[in-house]
């Protein structure tokens, strides 16, 4: 029976639905449906546009919203995330396929973007199965600030080849501009026309639109929603337009045909080269999309009180990418902005995504022959207004005041990434943060410390006034004690003797040492011997549990000439009175 | 003045001999030069031999015992470190010119031994003059252990094929091995016997001869000296028979011409190809060689209470290898068990490495003809019986015992060195640590506390009687709070939360944490929120001062919704009595 019990349980871990789907109630039901309604309203003009951004066929932009919704509310477990296709994705979608030569519009190139959301939600799985998630932790905040920042500014400069009606191409920034001033001489005017007026009044919807709608005395979530709803009418009313004054016939670039009907069934490719070309792309759309997604879902989880579990979420985005490649779709994962829409709409589950997919199921059915004489430059600006708002430089100010290395890791990914695009960019942030770390640990701060007179307590001899002895050395060591700092403290402690004859002691205080590793430990028998032969005693003072049960495994407790001693006021009074020499004040 | 003084301390510190030079006396010199002879003897066979294992010709092992020698008594700091070819830098040597595809015995494999000696002296110095020595501290002690050990068992099975007399080629052990079983038929059945007697002399001269000694009554240091001049004698004996019984007309390998005289003027290749082909062999012998010779050279200073430099050391063992480059020798590095005797035989300052030059100089003018019949075997045999001696299984048992993480890098580095070379083994073995470390503190030790009894202490209750308070939830962070735990962090408070309703306060005791990064500040704001949110306020205990006045620059202090304590305890009795609850024994 246990067993039978625990075998159910883990079958409900994997598979969420089974949990929430048992106790789904009709007015659960209702708001899932209207928040589903809000979101597809939403999704239709940013599926097409990041298809685009993605140099992928309209259609797929759409493909990728059905199916992988479905799948995500099967095995995910945020209640409001909203899946689908993202910018910051889409954007190396068409970095990593770029990569392999392929030219956009092909069927390859196509099949490469299959591919490349089979290997992702491949990669999704594992991490998932095997809880792989910490993975993501090792981008740091500001990196992944640097990247998005770098990110909505090539987006944006990639899409000004729509705005104006020009080719550009190139991966960075730099390259795209240069192709794109060479060639604005050809600018056509009605295309810069349709997207100027476009970015124009999609910032106003965003700046405008909500107040006037409050001050017309709506509720003020209703005027939220009304106000997403803006990209579908600059839909609306630039496809009339376009039909009207026959835009195509002036040279205008439309979406053109949109094939009708729900998605079909694909495959991936199994070529192996292509595979181990496209992995290392795979890994990083997998972990940015995972930290994307994870982020929002738990902001949005706390504000219910709920709690969603960050390896089930990899399985649910392994689902939802698996699902794209076998429906014609592209890498998904959880879009921020949509999601805070759902929230916002009332999503109680994850239905409200499956609900959103019958949304746009029906418009692939219905509505793709109305979006032939849609204007690229159109979606174009709905790209361009959503990304700016992820541009952000005020990071690098707030990390300039708080941490030189944060700075150095936002400043770096961001010019790395304008420059030499995203795939290097955020390998090079991830790297430098790493490399940052370590050499931060490798030179420890160390406080010689010194008793605050009429207490136990020890502080730094440099911020406080404190009694010191002086046959007494105490050093507060600020750090684990690891092969990258071993040499560098016992080459400090050894420097500190030199200039100081009358010691007879040292003991190291180790409150904040919470792992001696053996490069260390035999750094420390190493200091042991060397002071010994120096007529030195080494004493420890407030070991940590699980560092002494550690040491007790070894013979260096039996070596050390000195003693461990539970609390460094304890120290100071079994060694202080040395034949007699009275404590001084450090000041003095 | 003033600055003429400071000029001369600088120019003293770049040029050592400058300082010890000054003070130099007879009594100096005559032990200087006792030790020059003793390691002299101990150095022909030594630098014919690792000339040998590096695949160059005999005279190359020679005159990279010359120049360099010099160099290095004029900018080394250590009195008693004893340069010149190495074993383990003398198989990377080999190694990395493998790599390029050149054949051991051609002019162009010379040229680029002279060539990886420039570039390995121009990176020493590099890393000399930008204070790069903290580079090397990420080579851990289990990494060196591994790659040791394995280097020696390299090192020997490559010597087979001369104690056999066969052909045997590839870099890794199991290449080696299969190619020289593959021609064992092949064995010449005099070179084995001169190489069996040899490796067996050996042997006896390191296990036997100096109990030997001691019985015929001889003082143990010269007994110990004596035994170090087994190699010579053993040179010597199998030179006598080799002539005696034509051993070159019977198919054994010899020596043959060695060129008789002072080492010539060479240059390194200047093409650019070659030194990037170069440049990361470069780098690991040079970091390898540095570590070799670092640590023996502080084991033997500190006997004395003198102090080495280790950025110094760099710019000697740089110029070392320039000077390498520009007399015909190849990579050389500061070697463990000569400069043990150099230092047991006396040597007080480095001129007595200049004296062993002229020592090497003297042999390279008047012995070289007579080195004509030297069976290679012979030499074979000392450089197995050397690196026997560097094997060591039982870092595996230490690390084992205290270690996982230690003994995974150690197993890894042994098992890669062996596999796939020793370039990749100890890259993979250093790549491993830092992963390690990495995983290590991304997912730290927190433990929650309680109030011991009577006192002011606080401690993990899991492993004291404590008393603990149902509306407080006290927590110990043990780690620095960086981007790849922060996230663990945050979860692993808001799991502990979810399963237990009464709580009312979190207080994070922080007397461990030495850092609060940009990501893990961003993590407790987010954590603050949330908390909030729930109705929980968050507090903070013992915030070190660094990580304070970091804190005081951001705007959390003010965001915070509880409060920052000087002591836990303060916290406890400040927030411990909410609505009149009790504080209970944890264990209850």
């Known amino acids: 029976m246990a067993s039978g019990k625990a075998r159910a349980r883990s079958i409900r871990q ?38 685009l951004l993605a140099g992928l066929p309209a259609e797929m932009g759409l493909y990728a919203s059905i199916l992988p919704l479905v799948a995500y509310a099967i095995f995910g477990t945020s209640r409001a995330l909203a899946v689908g296709p993202v910018a910051v994705v889409s954007l190396m979608t068409a970095a990593a396929i770029g990569n392999l030569g392929l030219e956009q519009g092909t069927s390859d190139y196509a099949l490469a973007a299959i591919t490349l959301a089979f ?3 491949a990669i999704l799985l594992v991490m998932g199965v095997f809880r792989l998630g910490f993975l993501a932790n090792f981008l740091s905040h500001p990196v992944i600030a640097g990247f998005i920042t770098a ?30 001033i060479g060639n604005v001489g050809e600018t056509n005017l009605i295309t810069l026309a349709v997207g ?44 009339l337009l376009s039909v009207a004054f026959d835009f195509q016939g002036k040279g205008v670039s439309i979406v053109g045909d949109v094939p ?27 972990i940015i999309g995972f930290v994307e997604s994870i982020s929002v879902a738990q902001t949005l989880a706390a504000k219910k009180k709920q709690r969603i579990t960050p390896d089930q979420e990899l399985v649910g985005l392994g689902a939802s990418n698996i699902a794209a490649a076998m429906s014609g779709g592209y890498p998904v994962t959880g879009g921020f902005a949509r999601s805070v829409v759902n929230f916002d709409a009332g999503a109680e589950t994850p239905a409200a995504g499956a609900f959103t997919a019958v949304g746009i199921a029906l418009a692939a059915l219905l509505l793709t022959p109305l979006l032939y004489f849609l204007p690229t430059a159109t979606l174009a600006a709905t790209i361009i207004v959503a990304v700016l708002s992820l541009v952000d430089f005020g990071i690098l100010k707030r990390t300039w005041t708080y941490s030189k290395a944060d700075f150095a890791a936002v400043a770096a990914t ?10 290097l960019g955020v390998s090079a942030g991830v790297v430098l943060s790493i490399v940052l770390f370590l050499y931060k640990t490798s030179r420890p701060h160390i406080a010689e410390i010194g008793l605050v007179p ?18 007494l050395l105490s050093l507060r060591l600020d750090e684990n004690l690891y092969f990258a700092n071993a040499r560098f403290i016992e080459d400090y402690i050894l420097d500190r003797l030199a200039h100081d004859q009358p010691i007879k002691h040292v003991v190291l205080n180790c409150p904040a ?33 699980p560092v002494m049960d550690r040491l007790q495994r070894t013979h260096f407790l039996d070596e050390l000439h000195g003693q461990v001693f539970l609390s460094h006021y304890g120290a100071m009074r079994a060694l202080g009175p040395v034949d007699g020499t009275k404590p001084k004040l450090a000041a003095e």
Chains 1, 2 share one sequence.
Not at 418 to 423: D, I
Not at 454 to 471: A, C, M, Y
């Open 14 to 51: 994997f598979v969420p639905i089974l949990e929430w789907g048992s106790d789904y109630r009709k007015d659960t039901l209702i708001s899932d449906l209207v928040a589903a309604l809000i979101v597809t309203i939403m999704l239709i003009p940013q599926s097409l546009a990041y298809a």
């Open 119 to 121: 290997l992702s939600g």
């Open 151 to 180: 990110s909505g500014l090539l987006i944006a400069a990639s899409q000004m080849k729509h705005i104006l009606g020009v080719d550009a191409h190139g991966h960075a920034l730099f390259d795209r501009l240069a192709t794109l």
């Open 196 to 239: 100027a007026a476009s970015i124009a009044f999609l910032f106003w919807v965003r700046k405008g639109l909500k107040p006037l709608l409050l001050s017309l005395g709506l509720a003020p979530r209703l005027a939220d929603i009304l106000a997403k709803a803006g990209p579908v009418l600059a839909v609306a009313v630039t496809t």
């Open 260 to 286: 009708q009907g729900l998605p079909p069934l694909t495959a991936p490719s199994f070529d192996l080269e292509i595979w181990g070309q496209l992995l290392g792309s795979a890994l990083l759309i997998s």
């Open 414 to 423: 961001i010019l790395l990434t304008l420059t030499f695009g995203v795939e």
């Open 454 to 471: 009429g207490t136990e307590h020890f502080r730094n001899i440099d911020r406080h006034k404190v009694l010191t002895h002086p046959q």
């Open 513 to 545: 040492v919470n792992a001696i590793d053996l490069s260390a430990l035999e750094s420390l028998e190493e200091l042991n011997r060397r002071l010994f032969d120096m007529g030195i005693k080494l004493h420890l003072s407030e070991v940590k549990g």
